[in-house]
């Protein structure tokens, strides 16, 4: 195997990636295979943070427009992150890969109270952190609760895995003459509001100095070849 180039990483998973083809709820193969590239990352000696989105059980902004108060819409996406954290923690367990659920809020049932502290013990003793609960308050998205955590945890950079092979000039889905780049500045990405992440999150990260990398979680092998430093995706920094 590749020395890694980065020594810790903070994996952003969407929850849609985890639903497959399924669009809800959860494709175990596409789990365990995203569980062991994970696996194969922690092997090869690098500290592992994981969030994981709730999109695939519910979006609280998007799902709950005009019918729940936003407040509670966005802590019911949270607890679909909690959700999400407790099943991928569960497959990295029966992988052999020693996990921990951190949540953003008192919740001793599901997992730790998050805590710098604690995390970064874990992470020292090479246990994989799933960070569940966003940020712990409603209105800001998991985008800037990874981008918070990776800050917090000093990652050295922010894997972003999507179901869309890179950060393109527009929409490839609706315009074919899009174009994907292959790096690009976070000036840039705020400029021309391109979407990698929403803009409290985009600031966070450039005023962080954290580099994000954009890639297909089809082929969730494209994780160790970032983490290997390959250039998959786009980087933007």
């Known amino acids: 195997m590749a020395t890694p180039k980065y020594q810790r990483i903070l994996l952003k998973i969407s929850g849609e990636a985890l639903a497959g083809a399924n669009k809800t709820g959860f494709d175990f193969a596409v789990m365990g295979e995203v569980c062991d590239t994970i696996r194969q990352c922690v092997a090869q000696g690098v500290q592992v943070g994981v ?26 996406g949270m607890l679909a992150t909690v959700m999400n954290c407790l099943a991928v923690c569960d497959v990295l367990e029966q992988k052999g890969v020693p996990a921990r659920v951190m949540t953003a809020l008192e919740m001793p049932a599901f997992g730790e109270r998050y805590t710098h502290e604690r995390a970064m013990k874990h992470l020292t003793t090479g246990k994989v952190v799933l960070f569940a609960g966003g940020t712990g308050h409603p209105y800001f998205s998991t985008d800037t609760g990874t981008v918070l955590r990776a800050a917090e945890i000093n990652a050295d950079v922010i894997l972003l895995a999507k179901n869309i092979d890179g950060v393109y000039s527009a929409d490839p889905a609706k315009d074919p003459a899009a174009v994907k780049y292959d790096e690009i500045s976070y000036d840039e990405v705020l400029a021309k509001r391109l979407g990698v992440m929403d803009l409290t999150a985009t600031s966070l990260a450039m005023d962080n100095n954290i580099p994000v990398y954009v890639f297909a979680l089809k082929d969730p092998q494209n994780i160790l070849r970032v983490v290997a430093g390959e250039n998959v995706g786009t980087l933007v920094h």
Not at 52 to 61: D, K, L
């Open 51 to 76: 969030v994981i989105g709730g999109g695939n059980f519910w979006r609280g902004v998007k799902n709950g427009e005009g019918y729940i108060e936003r407040t509670r819409a966005d802590r019911m």
